[in-house]
């Protein structure tokens, strides 16, 4: 089970939550977010990151930037992996490939129902809620088990709380949180990101046992 801490926004909490078992950590650079990171503090933690732990996907967290100028931003302050919020299609996705070639597209079945096909292009499709960064659970009933077919990463309102559910009845590769382990917007709380990891890897080797059984 792969997991992503989302939103963090200086260099020792980053790494923290990476001796927590976090596989990804995100930054988010979007104006109007509890969580929105300046370029020096944002170049600060992939440098952390990438010295102490470079097998660790560094992702920057864009919503309606321009597919280029947000790929420009990436690769510019270091890091590994493009995060495309704000409606962003398939030539998005190409466009920003050509400055940083690790793209994952955010997307909603509100959306985009299209996603039931279980076809998609780009590294990773993260299915969200229709308010990212929101905390606002949504319907992971409306997913069918295993629809989408190969490594999707689900996110929207997981909390430490919820995720072994969701994670059981959705059969996703990933998860990624943000709101959920934070005591305050914007403020990451280390016992419920040590809790969040913990129940996500938990309710994914109950889903490998089940299915051995
Ligand atoms: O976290 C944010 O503030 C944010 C802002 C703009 C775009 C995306 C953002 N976060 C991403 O939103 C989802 C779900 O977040 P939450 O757990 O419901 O708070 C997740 O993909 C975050 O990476």
């Not at 963090?8 to 988010?28: F, H, K, N, Q, S």
């Not at 299209?114 to 292009?121: M, P, V, Y």
């Not at 709380?161 to 990451?188: M, R, Y």
Request: proline share 6%; net charge negative.
């Amino acid at each position: 089970m792969y997991v992503k801490i989302c939103g963090l926004r200086d260099p020792d909490t980053a790494l923290r939550a990476v001796e927590l078992g976090a596989d990804a950590i995100g930054v988010v650079m979007s104006a109007g977010s509890p969580r929105d990171t300046p370029a020096p503090d944002a170049a600060r933690i992939t440098a952390a990151l990438s010295d102490a732990a470079p097998e660790v996907d560094r992702v920057l967290v864009v919503r309606h930037t321009p597919a280029a100028d947000a790929a420009d931003l990436a690769s510019r302050l270091g890091f590994t992996v493009l995060q495309l919020h704000g409606g962003h299609g398939a030539a998005d996705v190409s466009t920003a490939q050509l400055r940083i070639p690790r793209v994952w597209r955010a997307t909603s079945l509100a959306s985009d129902p299209q996603l039931r096909a279980g076809e998609f292009s780009e590294e990773r499709l993260l299915v969200d809620g229709t308010r990212p960064g929101s905390g606002e659970p949504w319907d992971f009933d409306a997913i069918s088990p295993d629809a989408l077919g190969r490594g999707w990463i689900l996110a929207g309102g997981l909390t430490p709380e919820n995720v072994a559910a969701a994670v059981a009845q959705t059969g996703c590769w990933g998860v990624d949180v943000s709101s959920g382990v934070e005591s305050a917007p914007g403020v990451k709380d280390i016992d419920r990101i040590a809790r969040f990891i913990r129940a996500a890897r938990g309710a994914a080797l109950s889903n490998e046992s089940s299915s051995d059984a």
